[in-house]
């Protein structure tokens, strides 16, 4: 497990965890003894052993990184989850937390306060994913495509969208058209937010580093900062059912 390094800029505390999964191992022991019995019973659920893999792994990860945050054995930490199915702490006073998996590689992000969304998906060709526009993009993006074609690619896009509706517990599916993700006039790589979902707090993202041929963001809402308005800036340097996937989605 590797700890990235974040875009400068990043409020202090935020952490992201990276694992690399090996799809074709066991699930370790070590790992399985530490999930409570309702979720290995989801992991058994899943009908293929490399998403067995992956469940079992990253809980097990996650599981270890909040303990080490707040002193509770790894096995007895409780959870709870919102109405969106967005997991907590339950009583521990601990950090927040997200988690997102694609392929072979997993991301776990911790925030000592506000609330943490992040994502992972692998890269498509652009062509792949012309079904999704309709159902992903703003209107005000969909316009901007068809004027003046895509200024960031689709994947961009998306990891952004979900890590930020992510940190907000929102369904993601039926809010993906109320945010609008656009490169920002000035240094290269700098994102501009708009939106209209019912928040007043500061949003950010950030792109995260991820291997080749993924795309992968963190989103932060900063709930000590209250925004009179809906427009909100983010700024970077260029997941279990809390995480919607491009198979949910195109499929529906």
């Given at each position: 497990?590797?700890?990235?390094?974040?875009?400068?800029?990043?409020?202090?505390?935020?952490?992201?965890?990276?694992?690399?999964?090996?799809?074709?191992?066991?699930?370790?022991?070590?790992?399985?003894?530490?999930?409570?019995?309702?979720?290995?019973?989801?992991?058994?659920?899943?009908?293929?052993?490399?998403?067995?893999?992956?469940?079992?792994?990253?809980?097990?990860?996650?599981?270890?990184?909040?303990?080490?945050?707040?002193?509770?054995?790894?096995?007895?930490?409780?959870?709870?989850?919102?109405?969106?199915?967005?997991?907590?702490?339950?009583?521990?006073?601990?950090?927040?937390?997200?988690?997102s998996h694609?392929?072979?590689?997993?991301?776990?992000?911790?925030?000592?306060?506000?609330?943490?969304?992040?994502?992972?998906?692998?890269?498509?060709?652009?062509?792949e994913l012309?079904?999704?526009?309709?159902?992903?993009?703003?209107p005000s993006?969909?316009?901007?495509?068809?004027?003046?074609?895509?200024?960031?690619?689709?994947?961009?896009?998306?990891?952004?969208?979900?890590?930020?509706?992510?940190?907000?517990?929102?369904?993601?599916?039926?809010?993906?058209?109320?945010?609008?993700?656009?490169?920002?006039?000035?240094?290269?790589?700098?994102?501009?937010?708009?939106?209209?979902?019912?928040?007043?707090?500061?949003?950010?993202?950030?792109?995260?580093?991820?291997?080749?041929?993924?795309?992968?963001?963190?989103?932060?809402?900063?709930?000590?900062?209250?925004?009179?308005?809906?427009?909100?800036?983010?700024?970077?340097?260029?997941?279990?059912?809390?995480?919607?996937?491009?198979?949910?989605?195109?499929?529906?």
């Amino acid at each position: 497990m590797q700890r990235l390094r974040l875009a400068e800029g990043t409020p202090e505390g935020l952490e992201v965890w990276r694992l690399a999964l090996d799809l074709n191992a066991p699930v370790a022991v070590d790992d399985e003894r530490l999930l409570s019995q309702a979720e290995w019973q989801r992991a058994q659920r899943l009908r293929r052993h490399p998403d067995v893999v992956r469940a079992v792994t990253t809980r097990a990860a996650l599981r270890r990184l909040l303990s080490a945050h707040t002193g509770i054995t790894p096995e007895k930490l409780m959870f709870t989850q919102s109405a969106y199915g967005k997991p907590a702490l339950e009583n521990a006073g601990g950090p927040t937390f997200n988690v997102s998996h694609s392929g072979h590689v997993a991301l776990i992000a911790l925030a000592p306060s506000g609330e943490v969304g992040i994502d992972i998906e692998r890269c498509r060709p652009e062509a792949e994913l012309a079904p999704l526009q309709g159902l992903v993009l703003s209107p005000s993006e969909q316009l901007g495509h068809a004027r003046d074609g895509f200024a960031l690619p689709f994947m961009e896009r998306w990891v952004v969208k979900e890590a930020v509706l992510k940190a907000l517990g929102l369904g993601i599916a039926e809010h993906l058209q109320a945010l609008s993700v656009m490169p920002a006039p000035g240094p290269s790589g700098t994102y501009h937010l708009e939106h209209s979902l019912p928040i007043s707090s500061s949003l950010q993202a950030w792109p995260l580093s991820a291997p080749s041929g993924y795309a992968a963001a963190l989103g932060y809402l900063d709930k000590s900062y209250v925004d009179a308005g809906c427009t909100c800036y983010a700024h970077g340097a260029q997941g279990q059912r809390d995480s919607t996937t491009f198979q949910e989605i195109h499929h529906g």
